[in-house]
T-cell receptor
Framework: NAGVTQTPKFQVLKTGQSMTLQCAQD?????MSWYRQDPGMGLRLIHY???????DQGEVPNGYNVSRSTTEDFPLRLLSAAPSQTSVYFC?????????????FGPGTRLLVL | AQSVAQPEDQVNVAEGNPLTVKCTYS??????LFWYVQYPNRGLQFLLK??????LVKGSYGFEAEFNKSQTSFHLKKPSALVSDSALYFC??????????????FGTGTRLKVLA
């Protein structure tokens, strides 16, 4: 089991460029989510998905798009990067259920927007 | 909407002393509460969770947390701190949305520093 994998590990973008952060999991988890981590702000939820074909917005969705065409993959797209999107991005997955399912986190993608 | 608050940015404790990392919550209904730990340049790792039942929850690496409904708190504790416990700790709550959806909301994190 590879768990939750994220690529790339580090990326530098120029303002206005677009890119996709990849996230994949091999645990057959229905629930997947994207967070950004900034100093003093903790983890903030960007988008989440309760299953293939279903996505919803979190706390800070502006500037980001997601899609969920398969159970395994949940890519995060930056359409036009801005310096405010400089952050560390974490993807997480868990089973979907009625109670408190444990989330498994990927190692993160560090993004620098110049 | 549900939320959690971690009132301390940093907690310092001497090795061998007991440690407490605080978390308070605001929820409607029964809360699902979690603690995660993040070591430098790593993703978050699950420590423990409260779903229902016993108010004292035991987790990984000797950590435990006490759920207190009257004080709306879910503090993380360990009887004897280790230098290797130094890390960033996050409290989280499951926020139930409409139409069966839900999301997880995290606190701002508390940096624990255990001094040798």
């Amino acid at each position: 089991n590879a768990g939750v994998t994220q690529t790339p590990k580090f990326q530098v973008l120029k303002t206005g460029q677009s890119m996709t952060l990849q996230c994949a999991q091999d645990m057959n988890h229905e629930y997947m989510s994207w967070y950004r981590q900034d100093p003093g702000m903790g983890l903030r939820l960007i988008h989440y998905s309760v299953g293939a074909g279903i996505t919803d917005q979190g706390e800070v969705p502006n500037g980001y798009n997601v899609s969920r065409s398969t159970t395994e993959d949940f890519p995060l797209r930056l359409l036009s990067a801005a310096p405010s999107q400089t952050s560390v991005y974490f993807c997480a997955s868990s089973y979907s259920g009625q109670g408190g399912e444990t989330q498994y986190f990927g190692p993160g993608t560090r993004l620098l927007v110049l | 909407a549900q939320s959690v608050a971690q009132p301390e940015d940093q907690v310092n404790v001497a090795e061998g002393n007991p440690l407490t990392v605080k978390c308070t919550y605001s929820v409607s209904g029964n809360p699902y509460l979690f603690w995660y730990v993040q070591y430098p340049n790593r993703g978050l790792q699950f420590l423990l969770k409260y779903i229902t039942g016993d108010n004292l929850v035991k987790g990984s690496y000797g950590f435990e947390a006490e759920f207190n409904k009257s004080q709306t708190s879910f503090h993380l504790k360990k009887p004897s701190a280790l230098v290797s416990d130094s890390a960033l700790y996050f409290c989280a709550v499951r926020d139930e949305g409409t139409s069966g959806t839900y999301k997880y909301i995290f606190g701002t994190g508390t940096r624990l520093k255990v001094l040798a």
